[in-house]
Protein backbone atom coordinates (compact mmCIF):
# COMPACT_ATOMS: atom_id res chain seq x y z
CA UNK A 1 0.00 0.00 0.00
CA UNK A 2 1.22 3.56 -0.19
CA UNK A 3 0.05 7.10 1.24
CA UNK A 4 -0.51 10.11 0.17
CA UNK A 5 0.87 13.15 3.12
CA UNK A 6 -0.86 16.77 2.79
CA UNK A 7 1.12 19.85 4.50
CA UNK A 8 -0.35 21.53 6.28
CA UNK A 9 -3.13 20.40 7.23
CA UNK A 10 -4.87 23.82 7.98
CA UNK A 11 -3.37 27.12 6.55
CA UNK A 12 -4.76 30.42 7.09
CA UNK A 13 -3.71 33.39 5.09
CA UNK A 14 -4.46 37.11 4.28
CA UNK A 15 -5.91 38.44 1.68
CA UNK A 16 -3.15 38.92 -1.43
CA UNK A 17 -0.32 36.59 -0.04
CA UNK A 18 0.79 33.83 -1.53
CA UNK A 19 0.46 30.52 -0.35
CA UNK A 20 2.05 26.93 -0.96
CA UNK A 21 0.14 23.91 -0.62
CA UNK A 22 2.80 20.52 -0.90
CA UNK A 23 2.02 17.05 -1.54
CA UNK A 24 3.76 14.15 -1.26
CA UNK A 25 2.90 9.93 -2.63
CA UNK A 26 4.67 6.97 -1.98
CA UNK A 27 2.62 4.72 -4.35
CA UNK A 28 4.91 5.70 -7.30
CA UNK A 29 2.54 6.81 -9.34
CA UNK A 30 2.92 8.86 -12.63
CA UNK A 31 0.38 11.26 -12.50
CA UNK A 32 -0.71 13.70 -9.90
CA UNK A 33 -3.48 15.76 -9.41
CA UNK A 34 -5.07 18.78 -7.76
CA UNK A 35 -8.28 19.40 -6.96
CA UNK A 36 -10.23 22.34 -4.79
CA UNK A 37 -13.48 21.29 -2.65
CA UNK A 38 -16.20 23.87 -1.62
CA UNK A 39 -18.33 22.95 0.98
CA UNK A 40 -21.71 21.70 -0.89
CA UNK A 41 -19.81 20.94 -4.52
CA UNK A 42 -17.89 18.65 -6.06
CA UNK A 43 -14.24 18.39 -6.80
CA UNK A 44 -12.75 20.48 -9.20
CA UNK A 45 -9.72 20.12 -11.01
CA UNK A 46 -6.42 22.65 -10.87
CA UNK A 47 -3.62 20.97 -12.15
CA UNK A 48 -2.64 17.80 -13.03
CA UNK A 49 1.04 16.38 -14.12
CA UNK A 50 1.31 12.97 -16.11
CA UNK A 51 4.39 12.23 -15.27
CA UNK A 52 7.45 14.46 -13.86
CA UNK A 53 8.08 17.53 -15.10
CA UNK A 54 4.55 17.97 -16.93
CA UNK A 55 1.82 20.25 -16.17
CA UNK A 56 -1.75 20.44 -17.46
CA UNK A 57 -4.34 22.85 -16.57
CA UNK A 58 -7.51 21.93 -15.58
CA UNK A 59 -10.27 24.08 -15.54
CA UNK A 60 -9.76 26.07 -12.24
CA UNK A 61 -6.19 26.76 -12.67
CA UNK A 62 -6.58 30.92 -13.22
CA UNK A 63 -4.84 32.42 -9.59
CA UNK A 64 -3.39 28.97 -9.22
CA UNK A 65 0.68 27.68 -10.38
CA UNK A 66 1.94 24.29 -9.47
CA UNK A 67 5.21 22.52 -9.80
CA UNK A 68 5.80 18.41 -9.97
CA UNK A 69 9.47 18.85 -8.45
CA UNK A 70 9.93 15.49 -8.86
CA UNK A 71 7.54 11.77 -9.24
CA UNK A 72 6.54 12.12 -5.84
CA UNK A 73 5.89 15.37 -4.96
CA UNK A 74 3.52 17.99 -6.34
CA UNK A 75 2.98 21.45 -4.93
CA UNK A 76 -0.07 23.83 -5.27
CA UNK A 77 0.62 27.88 -5.16
CA UNK A 78 -2.75 29.99 -4.77
CA UNK A 79 -1.01 33.12 -6.13
CA UNK A 80 -3.09 35.55 -4.40
CA UNK A 81 -5.29 34.63 -1.81
CA UNK A 82 -8.89 36.09 -1.51
CA UNK A 83 -10.47 37.15 0.68
CA UNK A 84 -13.13 35.19 2.82
CA UNK A 85 -12.02 32.18 0.98
CA UNK A 86 -13.08 29.07 2.49
CA UNK A 87 -11.93 25.89 0.46
CA UNK A 88 -9.84 22.12 0.93
CA UNK A 89 -7.47 21.37 -1.60
CA UNK A 90 -6.97 17.58 -2.35
CA UNK A 91 -4.40 16.42 -3.97
CA UNK A 92 -4.49 12.95 -6.04
CA UNK A 93 -2.29 10.29 -7.75
CA UNK A 94 -3.23 7.47 -9.67
CA UNK A 95 -1.39 4.79 -12.51
CA UNK A 96 -3.05 6.39 -15.80
CA UNK A 97 -4.28 3.08 -17.95
CA UNK A 98 -6.88 2.06 -20.34
CA UNK A 99 -10.60 1.94 -19.04
CA UNK A 100 -10.00 4.15 -16.31
CA UNK A 101 -7.24 4.62 -13.23
CA UNK A 102 -8.14 4.68 -9.53
CA UNK A 103 -7.42 7.94 -8.09
CA UNK A 104 -6.30 8.04 -4.42
CA UNK A 105 -6.56 10.84 -2.17
CA UNK A 106 -4.74 12.93 0.82
CA UNK A 107 -6.24 14.23 3.24
CA UNK A 108 -6.92 17.47 2.16
CA UNK A 109 -5.23 21.34 3.20
CA UNK A 110 -8.22 23.91 4.69
CA UNK A 111 -7.44 26.50 3.23
CA UNK A 112 -9.02 29.77 5.25
CA UNK A 113 -8.30 33.73 4.06
CA UNK A 114 -8.63 36.45 6.72
CA UNK B 1 -19.14 22.44 -20.70
CA UNK B 2 -19.16 18.57 -19.63
CA UNK B 3 -21.08 17.63 -16.58
CA UNK B 4 -21.90 15.13 -13.99
CA UNK B 5 -25.31 15.95 -11.80
CA UNK B 6 -26.66 13.79 -8.82
CA UNK B 7 -29.41 13.49 -6.83
CA UNK B 8 -31.01 13.85 -4.51
CA UNK B 9 -28.23 16.38 -3.09
CA UNK B 10 -29.18 14.78 0.58
CA UNK B 11 -30.78 11.90 0.90
CA UNK B 12 -31.96 9.57 4.63
CA UNK B 13 -32.66 6.20 5.28
CA UNK B 14 -33.45 4.16 7.98
CA UNK B 15 -30.55 1.30 8.88
CA UNK B 16 -31.40 -1.77 6.44
CA UNK B 17 -32.76 0.21 3.83
CA UNK B 18 -31.56 0.52 0.67
CA UNK B 19 -30.40 3.75 -0.49
CA UNK B 20 -30.52 4.66 -4.06
CA UNK B 21 -28.16 7.43 -5.29
CA UNK B 22 -28.30 9.24 -9.06
CA UNK B 23 -26.10 10.14 -11.58
CA UNK B 24 -26.14 11.69 -14.81
CA UNK B 25 -23.48 12.54 -17.51
CA UNK B 26 -23.39 14.50 -20.99
CA UNK B 27 -20.30 13.15 -22.91
CA UNK B 28 -20.60 9.75 -24.35
CA UNK B 29 -16.75 9.79 -24.96
CA UNK B 30 -16.63 8.68 -20.72
CA UNK B 31 -16.10 5.03 -20.27
CA UNK B 32 -15.12 5.08 -16.84
CA UNK B 33 -17.31 5.45 -13.75
CA UNK B 34 -15.99 5.60 -10.23
CA UNK B 35 -18.53 6.10 -6.94
CA UNK B 36 -16.20 7.67 -4.01
CA UNK B 37 -16.70 8.08 -0.58
CA UNK B 38 -15.80 10.44 2.06
CA UNK B 39 -16.17 11.05 5.62
CA UNK B 40 -15.84 14.19 7.01
CA UNK B 41 -11.90 15.80 7.33
CA UNK B 42 -10.92 12.73 4.83
CA UNK B 43 -10.50 12.53 1.25
CA UNK B 44 -12.68 10.82 -1.33
CA UNK B 45 -12.18 6.92 -1.20
CA UNK B 46 -12.61 4.67 -4.10
CA UNK B 47 -15.77 3.06 -3.23
CA UNK B 48 -16.70 0.91 -6.29
CA UNK B 49 -16.43 1.77 -10.34
CA UNK B 50 -17.76 0.57 -13.52
CA UNK B 51 -16.45 0.40 -17.11
CA UNK B 52 -18.99 1.32 -20.11
CA UNK B 53 -18.91 -1.70 -21.85
CA UNK B 54 -21.06 -3.16 -18.11
CA UNK B 55 -24.52 -2.86 -17.14
CA UNK B 56 -24.20 -4.16 -13.54
CA UNK B 57 -21.06 -4.07 -10.69
CA UNK B 58 -21.73 -5.43 -7.52
CA UNK B 59 -19.60 -5.58 -4.45
CA UNK B 60 -20.70 -6.68 -1.37
CA UNK B 61 -23.90 -4.71 -0.13
CA UNK B 62 -23.12 -1.89 -3.22
CA UNK B 63 -24.47 -2.37 -6.91
CA UNK B 64 -24.01 -0.19 -9.76
CA UNK B 65 -26.47 -0.34 -12.36
CA UNK B 66 -25.50 1.50 -15.77
CA UNK B 67 -28.07 2.49 -18.37
CA UNK B 68 -25.45 3.65 -20.92
CA UNK B 69 -28.14 4.99 -24.02
CA UNK B 70 -29.71 7.34 -21.06
CA UNK B 71 -26.32 8.36 -19.76
CA UNK B 72 -27.23 7.19 -16.39
CA UNK B 73 -26.26 5.51 -13.63
CA UNK B 74 -27.22 4.75 -9.82
CA UNK B 75 -25.67 3.53 -6.50
CA UNK B 76 -27.64 1.01 -4.61
CA UNK B 77 -26.68 0.55 -0.88
CA UNK B 78 -28.69 -2.41 0.86
CA UNK B 79 -29.42 -3.13 3.82
CA UNK B 80 -27.91 0.39 4.89
CA UNK B 81 -25.76 0.79 8.09
CA UNK B 82 -25.21 3.76 10.32
CA UNK B 83 -21.40 3.53 9.08
CA UNK B 84 -22.32 4.24 5.26
CA UNK B 85 -23.28 7.85 6.84
CA UNK B 86 -21.02 10.34 4.22
CA UNK B 87 -20.97 12.03 1.72
CA UNK B 88 -20.74 9.98 -1.86
CA UNK B 89 -19.43 11.31 -5.59
CA UNK B 90 -20.38 9.91 -8.92
CA UNK B 91 -17.17 11.01 -11.23
CA UNK B 92 -17.17 10.23 -14.94
CA UNK B 93 -14.00 10.45 -17.28
CA UNK B 94 -11.25 8.35 -19.17
CA UNK B 95 -7.75 7.84 -18.14
CA UNK B 96 -6.72 11.13 -17.06
CA UNK B 97 -9.32 13.01 -15.81
CA UNK B 98 -11.95 12.27 -13.98
CA UNK B 99 -15.47 15.16 -13.85
CA UNK B 100 -17.43 14.62 -10.31
CA UNK B 101 -20.52 15.30 -9.42
CA UNK B 102 -21.42 17.59 -6.78
CA UNK B 103 -22.14 14.21 -3.84
CA UNK B 104 -25.49 13.11 -2.05
CA UNK B 105 -24.80 13.60 1.02
CA UNK B 106 -25.93 10.34 2.75
CA UNK B 107 -27.49 9.63 6.65
CA UNK B 108 -28.86 6.25 8.25
CA UNK B 109 -30.56 6.47 10.69
CA UNK B 110 -30.15 3.14 13.43
Known amino acids: GGIITQTPKFLIGQEGQKLTLKCQQNFNHDTMYWYRQDSGKGLRLIYYSITENDLQKGDLSEGYDASREKKSSFSLTVTSAQKNEMAVFLC?????????????FGPGTRLTVL | QQQVRQSPQSLTVWEGETAILNCSYENSAFDYFPWYQQFPGEGPALLISILSVSDKKEDGRFTIFFNKREKKLSLHIADSQPGDSATYFCAAGGSWQLIFGSGTQLTVMP
Open chain 1, 92 to 104: ASSIPGQGGAEQF
